[in-house]
């Protein structure tokens, strides 16, 4: 039982970035950043990235994630297309293998890659390392694979957490909500097991309200209420007065 689209969007975002920044000191103002997934971390870190003066490629196989990130002004294409043209790949989907063997006979020289999925597993770090020809530790957490038309390929944190690795992982002034989220869950469940099966459930939306209004407070943000005219307005059939 969670739910985590703050810490993922919001938090993935920022420390992603944040962790290629310290790893590589690369400027991604005019860079072409290659996003592979546009779930939720997928959509923070294309945003941040945009933010920054990058112009965002994104790939996903999900067709309305696609066409989200369409609307959301990114370019979408395949990978097999986007290899060719990325300066940097960042990869967000939870897959095995997003960046694989043919994706990286494809890219330019001087490419970084980096993974910020959960499990090493998104880029074929195998593959990269027997087309190789030599490798070296660059610096610390950034290997460099020579292929043998020497091309390089800059590897950060071995295909693992970059934001993890390179960084600090998510600001606190996001984690307070996921926790947050998760205690009240326990209590939830403490006083609603009886009454629940063995699977998995969506927090429910009182405490994501609650949680979303105690952050709001913290910030020191008060929003509307809604008045009792148009609770009766927006819950009735009638259209008009
Ligand atoms: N770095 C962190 O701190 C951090 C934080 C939270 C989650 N995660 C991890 O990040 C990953 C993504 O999490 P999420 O919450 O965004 O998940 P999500 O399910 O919201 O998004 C994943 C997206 O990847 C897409 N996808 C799957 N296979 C793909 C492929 N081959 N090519 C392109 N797109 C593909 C899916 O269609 C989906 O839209 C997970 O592994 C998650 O555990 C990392």
Known sequence: MT????DNRYGTGQSTLDGIIRLTDMLLAGKNVVVAGYGWCGRGVAMKARGMGSKVIVTEVDEVKALEAVMDGFQVMSMTKAAALGDLFITLTGDIH??????????????????SGHFDVEINVAALSKMAKSKREAKPLVD??????????YLLAQGRLINLAGAEGHPASVMDMSFANQALCAEHIVGNYMKMDKQV????????????????????IAIDK?????KKYLSSWEIGT
């Open 201 to 220: 459930y969506d927090v429910p939306a009182r405490i994501d309200k609650n949680v979303a209004l105690l952050k709001l407070k913290s910030m020191g």
């Open 3 to 6: 739910k985590h689209f703050f």
């Open 226 to 230: 809604l008045t009792n005219e148009q």
């Open 98 to 115: 997003v960046i694989d063997k043919h994706h990286f006979k494809l890219m330019k020289s001087g490419v970084v890659i980096c993974n």
């Open 144 to 153: 460099e694979y020579v292929l043998s038309n020497n091309k390089k390929i």
